[in-house]
């Protein structure tokens, strides 16, 4: 069944909220979300800022211990406006060169820049602040930068970050035709999203992407009894596997951990194996490197596992 859902109030912390909507296993729903500031496809802010959620959807049927899948068919901006910081972030370059960096990091009011972003074209196009960096347009690659379910022990965690639930990743591999699956916590699962990216390079480096509202197209269906310790995600060419914490090294720890018990458990690969292959064809994406929780993303093309599946 399709859900047509129209959001009236939004969560700035991913966990057990009243559902907005009921839904069963397979179902896919279209919705909408507001920008990372709580402002709409109409660029009026109707909710407080803080990469505010739609949902929680529940979905029948779901339970601890069992693994939600999250098919993400379409993203789309659903306004010309977005924003981005225009300055990288001091915490990613060096402690010496933070003086160098424009003085819009180090205030208060930081300085937004600008970008045109026209579906039709397929492009995202700098209008400001200047610079003599000269015209610059991007193709679209739109995402969406904050998603997943209600945190494990009933708590209720900021937007701000991410764990093993999910939350503020910022991956930009979390795009169309990607499946992403989730741990359950909680009855339902609760399933949020939010904080929409038009474009947004590795690390999410100046704080944000080119933060726009969305038209979201997802379905959800539930895996039963099938227990996996952080999200995993696929698209037509890799697994991958997801590590929220910090430092850095921990998320990577976490990333690499999960793969590795991914290929035993879902590909037949004893303990060996699984480290023989992930030695020498694992590829790693940094998610995100700005917010309280780094993410580190542990990848593996899907031809070397091909043949395990024949």
């Given amino acids: 069944m399709e859900h047509r859902f129209t959001p009236t109030h939004y969560h700035t912390t991913l966990g057990p909220h009243k559902p907005v909507l009921h839904v069963n296993d397979g179902d896919t729903i279209i919705t909408t979300t507001v920008d990372a500031r709580g402002f709409d496809h109409r660029r009026e802010q109707v909710t407080p800022r803080g990469n505010p959620q739609t949902g929680p959807f529940y979905v029948e049927g779901a339970e601890p211990g069992d693994t939600l899948v999250v098919e993400l068919q379409e993203i789309r901006p659903n306004r010309r406006y977005g924003f981005a910081g225009s300055s990288v972030a001091p915490n990613v370059v060096d402690p010496t060169y933070i003086r160098e960096l424009p003085q819009m990091a180090l205030g208060e009011e930081r300085i937004d820049a600008e970008w045109d972003v026209d579906v039709e074209a397929g492009t995202a196009t700098l209008v400001g602040p200047e610079s003599n960096l000269g015209p610059l347009v991007l193709p679209l690659e739109p995402m969406i930068g904050c998603f997943g379910v209600a945190a494990k022990g009933g708590q209720a965690i900021s937007t701000a970050t991410s764990a093993e639930h999910g939350g503020n990743m910022d991956y930009r591999g979390f795009a169309p035709a990607t499946t992403v699956y989730f741990p359950v916590f909680e009855p339902g699962a609760l399933f949020f999203l939010g904080d929409g990216h038009a474009v947004q390079g590795d690390g999410e480096i100046v704080g944000s992407g080119i933060e726009v509202s969305l038209e979201v197209k997802v379905t959800l269906r539930v895996l039963k009894g099938k227990e996996i310790g952080w999200p995993r ?27 590795l018990r ?28 700005f917010d309280p929780a780094y993410t580190m993303v542990c990848k593996l093309n899907k031809k070397y596992l091909r043949p395990l599946d024949n």
């Fill in 262 to 289: 991914w290929l035993q458990q879902d590909y037949g690969l004893d303990a060996l194996a699984a480290n023989l292959l992930l030695s020498q064809c694992v590829r790693y994406d940094l998610g995100n490197i």
């Fill in 233 to 259: 995600a696929e698209n037509e060419d890799w697994i991958m596997a997801i590590g929220n914490a910090r430092p850095l090294d921990q998320a990577t720890q976490h990333a690499t951990t999960e793969m």
